[in-house]
């Protein structure tokens, strides 16, 4: 069964209200997002890379989200972490929420939303959005385990999806598909268009020779 309706639901809170639902729902994270020694170790340059600490649930279709993304961009992004020199409190197992792909996009639009696009809309229009469209709309089942399991934790049909993504463009005062089919139609007409271009640039090599 979709949980579209409380998806509509959540995209009508603000983004505490959001964070306090899903905390409710799916309870805290017993570990922080980085081993506090080793993020220190790391922000010191004793050490490459940050060990992560155990709190994925993956396995139940859960991802984790940073509360404080609505402060700062990629906090999970070691390059960034040690570039703008991050604090720690921002890893903190206190400032996580598990959401479903679904409830995770809510949040990017809720903060970009609320911070005039500053936060939360990178990851919106370039991971999460394109995600929704190839999983329900594409239909492309995607290969490792874990991402299935989130696949089926947040199924929708098309036409929840392109619905949904419809309701998150207009709050962010952008448009979107009316139904599947103009999706569907839009999409064609990409691929029309690219394959007009490589013919052309092909006869256009075959005149050079």
């Known amino acids: 069964m979709s949980n579209y309706k409380e998806y509509v639901d959540l995209l009508s809170k603000n983004h505490d209200q959001a ?16 081993r506090e020694k080793s993020y220190q170790r790391f922000m010191n340059g004793e050490i490459k890379s940050i060990t992560k600490g155990n709190f994925t649930r993956t396995g139940e279709g859960l991802y984790c989200h940073h509360i404080d993304e609505r402060e700062y961009l990629k906090i999970s992004d070691q390059l960034f972490v040690k570039k703008y020199k991050y604090p720690f409190e921002i890893q903190k197992k206190e400032r996580l929420v598990y959401c479903d792909l679904i409830e995770h996009t809510i949040l990017h639009v809720l903060i970009a939303e609320e911070s005039s696009q500053e936060f939360g809309y990178p990851g919106y229009v370039t991971y999460l959005k394109p995600e929704i469209e190839e999983w329900y709309l594409d239909k492309i089942i995607p290969n490792p385990e874990w991402m299935k399991n989130c696949y089926h934790k947040s199924f929708l049909i ?18 979107y598909y009316n139904t599947p089919f103009d999706y569907y139609e839009a999409k064609q007409i990409d691929i029309d268009k690219e394959i ?14």
């Open 19 to 34: 964070i306090e639902f899903l905390l409710q729902k799916y309870g805290p994270s017993k570990d922080d997002y980085f």
């Open 158 to 175: 098309p036409e929840e999806a392109v619905s949904i993504l419809k309701k998150m463009q207009k709050t962010l005062g952008e448009s």
């Open 196 to 209: 007009e271009k490589q013919k052309n640039g092909m006869n256009g090599r075959q005149q050079c020779l």
